[in-house]
Structures are given as C-alpha cells and as structure tokens.
C-alpha cells in the first residue's frame, strides 16, 4: 500500500534530489501546485503568471517512511523561514509550500510547524494548503540531476541539500 505528499521547497529539481535518496519513497515527480491555470508551463510558471509552486508529488510506502520522516527531511533541506526564495531562486514559484492530501497530513504538518518553530530565528513561512490539482512538470525536468549531473546549478545547489540529508536522516536512506 502506498500514499502521496505534494511539497514544493524551492526549485524542484533538489526536492527531487533529495528525496530520491529516501527508502521508501518508490516514485518522485516533479511538477506544479497551488496555482490557477490549467496545465502550466514551465515557461509561464517562472514569469509568475499561474500561481503555481514548483513542487515534488511523493509515492511513498508508509510502513517504510513515514509522513512525518518525509516532512522532517522536507524542512531540513529547505529553508522554511523565507517567502518566495530559496537561495538565489526568487518568485512565488519557489515558495515553501505543503499541500496536503487529507485533514490527517494537515493535522500533521501544523503541529510539526508548530513544534519546531522554536528551532528558527525567523517564522516559518510554509504554506499549508489543501492540494487541488498536481500536474507533473515537462518531461525534461524528471530526473533531471540524473540526466544532468554536469549542469553548474545543480553541483552547486543539489550536493549540499543531499549532504544535510545524511547528516540529519542517515536511517532514512535507500
């Protein structure tokens, strides 16, 4: 048996990274959440004209990994507490975002805000909201550290987030 979580931490290409290194998560899909337009495109996802996030949609077995191991690894390998920013990406697309699937991963994802907000100095700005529509991204952006692993943004930005991954979640690795 399997479930689904829809987050979207910043550029989909590391969340993808990320949780690919995950046991128990068995399909990782990067696309678009949170917006008003039907089918996006990429293109008019970074002009900012859809409203949509870039997100991951997670197939995960849960007697594996649980939603909230999944959700401890998502606010460890982002940065919660900035609006509309991760790093040097900028724009509503890469705002921290989770869209739950059921009241239950909403319960779940308040109280683990809740929780942890002591941890920051700054608020966590995550937005929780109901997921309505996922749509998958271009093909071109599956797997895309894997088809690309020379491309300079993603050695600079997706080794760091997987590293803080094994420091922090080592018994959650594949």
């Known amino acids: 048996m399997t479930d689904q979580a829809t987050l ?8 993808e990274s990320v949780f690919k290194q995950v046991e128990g998560v068995t399909e990782v899909v990067s696309g678009y959440a949170g917006g008003h337009v039907a089918d996006p495109s990429y293109e008019a996802v970074c002009r900012e004209e859809t409203g949509h996030a870039e997100c991951v949609q997670l197939t995960y077995e849960p007697s594996v990994v649980s939603y909230d191991d999944l959700l401890a690894v998502f606010f460890t390998t982002h940065n919660p507490t900035t609006k509309d920013r991760q ?19 909403r319960e779940t994802v308040e109280a683990l805000i809740e929780e ?3 941890g920051y100095d700054s608020d966590i700005v995550t937005e929780v909201e109901p997921l ?15 088809k690309n ?9 997706i080794p760091p987030k997987i590293e803080k991954l094994k ?3 080592a018994e959650l690795l594949a």
């Open 8 to 15: 979207a931490g910043g550029c989909f290409w590391c969340t």
């Open 87 to 105: 790093g040097n990406d900028v724009g509503t697309q890469y705002r921290s975002a989770v869209f739950y699937h059921d009241e239950s991963q």
């Open 116 to 118: 942890i907000q002591p």
């Open 132 to 146: 309505e529509t996922f749509y998958p991204a271009e093909e071109y952006h599956q797997d895309y550290f894997e």
């Open 149 to 157: 692993p020379n491309q300079s943004y993603c050695q600079l930005t």
């Open 167 to 169: 420091q922090k979640h």
